[in-house]
């Protein structure tokens, strides 16, 4: 049967990537959703921008066209002469824009100007008389025109634009072209204004020649939500571009919200993500943790179940009276105070952990002699020591100045590390312990001269419940709480434990503290420095 506890976490970590892609499609479908709105409601703003761009461009072809008309209607091309009889009274109120009026007849071989009228006589009557005679004729639709149709040319000559209407009329078997002469410059200065003037401030108009140069208005900026379109019939050459003003407000509207969801997307994702990277992480760590706990509760309970066998064992066999020598009693008895005195010590350990574990660790600092406090925690542990095969030299630093210290924290602290040695370094035969000080620190190590241990476990030794993989493999006795509570206790106290190690060549582990500043305590007979 599948256990538990690994099919929920094997959920766990199905569900969360399925939780981010849930979440990333959501917000892949609520962004493109508002997406489209906006889409439709761009499309509805240019159709609206698109029938004005129409309306607009339609009243100047609407205006020009009426004006042929009118001379259309006057000009009689068997009377070529009185052109400018009838044209002209009428052509300042009638033909605002029609500067001249031509009357050509193209029966005969080189085009002879029958009839002229000018509505402002100058040099330039003339200049526009050769032009349609020696240019623009070749431009004009001639051939296949039928006869009276209205047409127009817009072309620029001399880089001037010029855009003239006209019409061929057959008359009495003969075929005659009538001419009529737009100003473009009026149209632009006086006509262009008065029909694309922005009075409501709802739309910008402006048109632009062939080369898109500016003609009239402002060059607007050719954004998503501008129209242009050529005039139709007329200015064909020129396009003219609106853009109704509420489309600058909503586009740039458009523009700040869909920066904004992007934004929003983009940091919700980053969230998720984050926080599925961290519950996953968090999981992980949780089962990490549970399963040392429960090796932890494993090695404590061996640990406590050998050394009490080992008594019992040995308290049977005295008991018995089967024990002849009193050498022989002796060592058994040694034996039982050995084997109680490490369930005492593991007892404790065990205790205090609880009590770091928890938070509820007090600890009472004081000024004491950092030596003192060593000598004596060696003392106790040297005969031990010594019974495991292993020296204690002792190097302690003189005249070193008074620690703020908790006594029996810092000799716990001594005993777990001499513990360590005699487990993991009894090889290397003799430890250092060894008190050293500078300006603002005091500083207690111990050395041994044992396996050392690998750099991959360095880092983690000092974590709670982790034991080095040598020491796991090895088989050694151990709980995994020493370090861990060595280095709480050091940080208690303002101070750091670490260790330095080489594979091989063996360990020192460093615990610095601070030295006591300010007054001496007054003397109470503990230990303390005092004043
Ligand atoms: P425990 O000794 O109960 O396993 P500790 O917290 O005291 O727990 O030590 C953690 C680990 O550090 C040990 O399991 C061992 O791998 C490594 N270690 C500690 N002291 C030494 C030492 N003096 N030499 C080599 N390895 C050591």
């Known amino acids: 049967m599948a256990d538990p506890t690994n099919r929920k976490r094997r959920v766990t970590f199905l569900l969360l990537p399925a939780i981010v892609?849930?979440?990333?499609?959501?917000?892949?479908?609520?962004?493109?959703?508002?997406?489209?709105?906006?889409?439709?409601?761009?499309?509805?703003?240019?159709?609206?921008?698109?029938?004005?761009?129409?309306?607009?461009?339609?009243?100047?072809?609407?205006?020009?066209?009426?004006?042929?008309?009118?001379?259309?209607?006057?000009?009689?091309?068997?009377?070529?002469?009185?052109?400018?009889?009838?044209?002209?009274?009428?052509?300042?109120?009638?033909?605002?824009?029609?500067?001249?009026?031509?009357?050509?007849?193209?029966?005969?071989?080189?085009?002879q100007v029958l009839g002229f009228a000018s509505r402002s006589p100058g040099p330039e009557d003339e200049a526009f008389r050769r032009l349609v005679v020696h240019k623009l004729r070749a431009d004009l639709d001639l051939g296949t025109a039928p006869s009276d149709e209205l047409r127009h040319l817009h072309k620029p000559y001399g880089g001037q634009s010029y855009l003239v209407s006209y019409w061929l009329r057959a008359a009495v078997g003969r075929r005659y072209l009538v001419v009529a002469w737009h100003d473009v410059p009026r149209l632009v200065h006086e006509v262009f204004p008065r029909l694309f003037a922005d009075q409501s401030g709802k739309a910008r108009v402006s048109i632009a020649d062939e080369e898109g140069r500016p003609v009239y208005g402002s060059a607007v900026r050719a954004g998503e939500l501008t129209v242009g379109r050529p005039f139709p019939t007329t200015l064909y050459g020129?396009?003219?571009?609106?853009?109704?003003?509420?489309?600058?407000?909503?586009?740039?509207?458009?523009?700040?919200?869909?920066?904004?969801?992007?934004?929003?997307?983009?940091?919700?994702?980053?969230?998720?993500?984050?926080?599925?990277?961290?519950?996953?992480?968090?999981?992980?760590?949780?089962?990490?943790?549970?399963e040392q706990k429960s090796e932890f509760v494993a090695n404590v309970s061996h640990e406590l179940k050998t050394p009490l066998s080992l008594v019992r064992m040995f308290a049977e066999l005295l008991l018995s009276g089967r024990v002849a020598s009193d050498e022989k009693r002796k060592q058994y008895l040694e034996i039982m105070l050995t084997e109680s005195e490490r369930l005492t010590a593991l007892i404790e350990n065990v205790l205090d952990f609880a009590r770091v574990d928890r938070g509820r660790a007090t600890f009472?600092?004081?000024?004491?002699?950092?030596?003192?406090?060593?000598?004596?925690?060696?003392?106790?542990?040297?005969?031990?020591?010594?019974?495991?095969?292993?020296?204690?030299?002792?190097?302690?630093?003189?005249?070193?100045?008074?620690?703020?210290?908790?006594?029996?924290?810092?000799?716990?602290?001594?005993?777990?590390?001499?513990?360590?040695?005699?487990?993991?370094?009894?090889?290397?035969?003799?430890?250092?312990?060894?008190?050293?000080?500078?300006?603002?620190?005091?500083?207690?190590?111990?050395?041994?001269?044992?396996?050392?241990?690998?750099?991959?476990?360095?880092?983690?030794?000092?974590?709670?419940?982790?034991?080095?993989?040598?020491?796991?493999?090895?088989?050694?006795?151990?709980?995994?709480?020493?370090?861990?509570?060595?280095?709480?206790?050091?940080?208690a106290h303002g101070g750091t434990a670490r260790v330095e190690s080489e594979v091989g060549r063996g360990s020192r582990f460093i615990v610095t503290l601070p030295l006591w500043r300010g007054p001496l305590p007054s003397p109470d007979g503990s230990g303390k420095v005092a004043s």
């Open 21 to 111: 892609a849930a979440v990333l499609v959501v917000g892949a479908f609520l962004y493109r959703a508002s997406r489209q709105i906006e889409q439709v409601r761009k499309l509805s703003v240019i159709e609206a921008t698109l029938s004005l761009a129409n309306e607009k461009a339609d009243r100047l072809d609407r205006l020009i066209i009426e004006q042929d008309n009118a001379v259309s209607s006057l000009v009689d091309v068997t009377l070529p002469h009185e052109v400018a009889q009838k044209w002209l009274p009428t052509a300042a109120r009638e033909t605002p824009t029609i500067r001249a009026v031509l009357v050509i007849d193209l029966s005969v071989r080189d085009a």
């Open 364 to 491: 009472d600092f004081s000024a004491y002699s950092l030596s003192e406090v060593v000598q004596r925690a060696v003392e106790i542990y040297r005969y031990r020591a010594e019974r495991e095969g292993l020296e204690i030299d002792v190097s302690l630093a003189e005249d070193m100045p008074p620690v703020r210290l908790d006594p029996r924290a810092i000799e716990l602290c001594l005993i777990n590390l001499l513990d360590n040695a005699i487990k993991y370094a009894k090889d290397g035969g003799r430890v250092t312990v060894k008190t050293a000080f500078d300006g603002r620190m005091a500083t207690l190590s111990v050395e041994d001269r044992g396996a050392g241990i690998a750099p991959e476990d360095i880092r983690r030794i000092f974590d709670r419940f982790v034991r080095g993989k040598s020491a796991r493999d090895a088989r050694i006795r151990g709980t995994g709480i020493g370090l861990s509570l060595v280095k709480h206790i050091a940080e």
């Open 238 to 290: 020129w396009r003219i571009s609106v853009t109704l003003t509420s489309a600058d407000e909503l586009g740039e509207r458009i523009e700040r919200r869909r920066t904004l969801e992007l934004v929003l997307v983009a940091i919700a994702c980053v969230v998720i993500i984050a926080g599925v990277g961290f519950v996953l992480y968090a999981v992980e760590e949780e089962r990490r943790l549970s």
